[in-house]
């Protein structure tokens, strides 16, 4: 194992921190594998699972069972980390700008498309080579400015020549769910049945330039540029949810740990059989098709429905009570599907997000993503 430290541009006089990443394994002809945790800094259980990824991995490289390269970063945003108010984490935005830390990712497709015109041919492992040829000499000619474009810079740098890459994320109050692009619908499918997820949300850009899909967009977006090329699908990027932000315990992390390893082993990046897998608890659904359940009116929160239940259209998911009128008004689904995440917080102001509902027929357009 490798540790090294890299540091962030300085948010001021003083001000200095940095993100640690530790490698396992060495790429060779193998390939390589990038996990992170803690984008969005309140959400803790993938820092947990992490904690007991290192030392597996500790274990399977010394066995010599790493027939690639894993990039583990169990605390990648330590600047979200740092962030407080009367003891309550803001781990999701960056109080200095506003901004979202899992928003404002590279376009690759964009800023390298033009560079490879006449670069690309019939060769997929020299397209895929060429490719990352460019995308990192476009991040090399990039002079980030401030801790937040320096933090995203540095993450992006440590991922975007990886084969698989895993973020891993929580909800308020969830069920493992997972979110990756269409175009790596079955890529994802035996990982959501090694983690129990509930739910596959696809979609094809999803707005925001979000963390994993600056990395496996561009391959299907440039694929579509240049039609005549071979470009493969080079990295099978998904935001894993690991249920919700509450949900660290120890049996949960190693298991959810030893579900990762598994599809690595059954991806050939561990050495070992492969494992069989369980049985599927959820279908691919389009993202589109998720129905966020948003609040009318203010008031206390109370649950009909718990996360991972199915509710089908017209059937009430959650009641929101005035407790001075005494109304008590229902909010149901306008969609059947699974209940995959809920509100954490029991009062509720109005146009809160309450829910969401993994949905079969897409209904939405535009920025798919929440803020």
Sequence with gaps: ??????????????????????????????????????????????????HHLKAMLAELEAAGRLLGEVVLVPVCNPVGLDQSLLFDAQGRFDLASGENFNRGYPQFAEAIGDALEGALGAGAAVNRQRIREAMRDYLAAQHPVGELASLRHTLVSLAFD????????????????LYTETPYVEEALPLCRLLGA????????????????????????????????????????????????TDVEHETARADAAALLAFLTLKGVVAGDAPQLPPALCEPTPLAGSEPLIAPEAGVVVYCKASGDRVAAGETVCEIV??????????????????YARAATRFALAGANLGKVAGRVPFRSGNLLSA
């Design 198 to 245: 509930r739910a596959l949300l696809l979609a094809e850009g999803s707005g925001g330039q979000s963390f994993d899909e600056a990395l496996s967009g561009v391959w299907w977006q440039l694929a579509r540029r240049y039609p005549d090329a071979n470009i493969p699908r080079a990295c099978f990027a998904t935001t894993v949810e690991l249920r919700g932000e």
């Design 1 to 50: 194992m490798q540790t090294r430290n890299h540091p962030l541009a300085a948010p001021g006089l003083g001000a200095h921190r940095s993100v640690t990443s530790f490698h396992f394994g060495t790429r060779g002809d193998g390939q390589k594998v990038y996990i992170q945790a803690g984008l969005h800094a309140d959400e803790i259980p993938g820092m947990l699972v992490c």
């Design 162 to 177: 990886a084969d698989i890459v895993l973020d891993l994320h929580a909800d308020f109050e969830a069920v493992v769910h």
């Design 322 to 339: 005035d407790p001075v009128s005494g109304r008590v008004l229902p909010l149901a689904a306008t969609v059947d599907g699974v209940l």
